[in-house]
């Protein structure tokens, strides 16, 4: 996999699991923020006091190491203020791990519905602030960005909220790469 993730290129962050495990607690489930598709979230801090998200992806498909291999690839090319932003990743041993920066107010689904001391009072501005910054965030993946992708899966709880209620669309699970050059959507698995 070495092989694999040097040919990508890629800007971000490498970090050691040792870093992970000592952001994390040693993944520590009172740090659990939540359960991906391909596993758990967890909040970690950086000794220099900045907060993460690492997601952890099971090693132990096929279909886990092609999952990360490309979300590292994809998210890495995908720089928008409306997206969430991968700062990294770790494959160390079994261990297969995406480093996003962490965001304050979870997700807009708990903001809304969530348990009552996590809801959020949103504002009729601030709700629109939220609604146009999620558009924003299609329009670049749909139009804007190199690559074409089409989301497929945005719903309350693939949208992030940063300290000041900004949106950042998430996990592309369902997402579906336009390739131009071709005349049809070709699907591509690619969650975050």
Not at 4 to 32: C, H, M, P, W, Y
Not at 121 to 130: E, H, N, P, V, Y
Not at 144 to 163: C, G, M, P, Q, Y
């Amino acid at each position: 996999m070495g092989a694999k993730l040097e040919s990508l290129g890629l800007q971000i962050g490498l970090f050691t699991i040792r870093q992970i495990e000592a952001a994390t607690n040693n993944f520590d489930v009172s740090n659990k923020i939540g359960e991906g598709g391909f596993g758990p979230v967890y909040k970690g801090c950086l000794p220099n006091g900045t907060l993460i998200a690492v997601k952890q992806l099971s090693s132990k498909s096929k279909q886990g190491n092609r999952e990360f291999l490309y979300e590292i690839g994809m998210i890495s090319a995908l720089q928008n203020p409306y997206l969430v932003k991968l700062n990294g990743f770790c494959v160390e041993g079994d261990q297969l791990l995406l480093i996003y920066g962490y965001l304050e107010n979870n997700s807009l689904a708990r903001a809304l519905f969530g348990p009552e001391e996590h809801q959020i009072k949103l504002d009729w501005s601030t709700r629109q602030k939220i609604c146009v910054g999620i558009a924003r965030g299609l329009a670049y993946l749909h139009e804007e960005s190199r690559l074409k992708f089409v989301h497929k899966d945005i719903k309350a709880t693939n949208v992030l909220l940063d300290t000041n209620l900004d949106p950042k669309i998430s996990d592309f699970g369902l997402a579906k790469l336009d390739e131009e050059d071709d005349t049809h959507i070709s699907t591509r698995i690619a969650g975050t």
